[in-house]
C-alpha cells in the first residue's frame, strides 16, 4: 500500500512568521493529495487539496505544491495567526483494488503552535 | 444540508455492553467510511460502504459491525469491546467520482470502554 512520510512532527512560529510542512509518498498512482486540520476535540476539516494534474495551488493564506516527480508535496501558511495552531495531516488517495473509491492514506500529522 | 453527523458524541460503555454510533449524511454521498483516532495519532481505517455494500473491512474484529440501513446512514454496533478500543471514532462520506475523492468527516464520537 501507500506510506506517507510527514515532516516535523511539531512546528512552533511567531505569529505572522510563514509555516511549511512538507509529505512524501512512495505510490505513483496516487492523484489526489488534502490537507486537513484538526483542532482539539474537533474534527478532521479539510483546508485545501491538490490533485496530481496540478502543481499549485493557494486558497489566500494557505498554498500547496506538488512535484509529481519527486513524489512529495508541501503546505505553505503564510502571515500565521494564533488560530492556526492545530494538528495538519496530509494525506494522499490511490485508487482502491477492483473498485472506483479513492482511499486516503495519512501521514503521522504535525502539530502547529503559532505564539502571539 | 452539507455536513455530516454523528450521535452520540460522548459514550461510556462497560465490556458487557452492546451499544451503537449512528452517522448520517444528506449530500447525497454514496461513500462512506468509519475511522478510529486515538489521540495525536491519524485517523485509522475501519470499514467502507460503496452504494450502500461493504466494500472495504480492514480486519476490524468482530466485536465492531458496521450497518448500512440506506444511502444517508451508517451505524457501528458494538459488543463485548475492550479498554484499548476507547478513542474518537469518525464517520465520512464522500461523493465517489473516480479515485479523487473528497472525504468529509463528522465530528465524531468519544467512545471510553471501562
Known amino acids: 500500500g501507500e506510506n506517507v512520510e510527514q515532516h516535523p512532527s511539531t512546528l512552533s512560529v511567531q505569529e505572522g512568521d510563514s509555516a511549511v510542512i512538507k509529505c512524501t509518498y512512495s505510490d505513483s498512482a496516487s492523484n489526489y493529495f488534502p490537507w486537513y486540520k484538526q483542532e482539539l476535540g474537533k474534527r478532521p476539516q479539510l483546508i485545501i487539496d491538490?490533485?496530481?494534474?496540478?502543481g499549485e495551488k493557494k486558497d489566500q493564506r494557505i498554498a500547496v505544491t506538488l512535484n509529481k516527480t519527486a513524489k512529495h508535496f508541501s503546505l505553505h501558511i503564510t502571515e500565521t495567526q494564533p488560530e492556526d495552531s492545530a494538528v495538519y495531516f496530509c494525506?494522499?488517495?490511490?485508487?482502491?483494488?477492483?473498485?472506483?473509491?479513492?482511499?486516503?492514506?495519512f501521514g503521522r500529522g504535525t502539530q502547529l503552535t503559532v505564539w502571539p | 444540508d452539507t455536513e455530516v453527523t454523528q450521535t452520540p458524541k460522548h459514550l461510556v460503555m462497560g465490556m458487557t455492553n452492546k451499544k451503537s454510533l449512528k452517522c448520517e449524511q444528506h449530500?447525497?454521498?454514496?461513500?462512506m467510511y468509519w475511522y478510529k483516532q486515538k489521540a495525536k495519532k491519524p485517523p485509522e481505517l475501519m470499514f467502507v460502504y460503496s452504494y450502500e455494500k461493504l466494500s472495504i473491512n480492514e480486519s476490524v474484529p468482530s466485536r465492531f459491525s458496521p450497518e448500512c440501513p440506506n444511502s444517508s446512514l451508517l451505524n457501528l454496533h458494538l459488543h463485548a469491546l475492550q479498554p484499548e478500543d476507547s478513542a474518537l471514532y469518525l464517520c465520512?462520506?464522500?461523493?465517489?467520482?473516480?479515485?479523487?475523492?473528497?472525504?468529509?468527516f463528522g465530528p465524531g464520537t468519544r467512545l471510553t470502554v471501562l
Open positions: 465520512a462520506s464522500s461523493p465517489i467520482q473516480g479515485a479523487s475523492d473528497t472525504q468529509y
Open positions: 449530500m447525497g454521498h454514496r461513500a
Open positions: 494525506a494522499a488517495s490511490i485508487p482502491d483494488r477492483g473498485s472506483t473509491l479513492g482511499r486516503l492514506y
Open positions: 491538490i490533485r496530481s494534474n496540478v
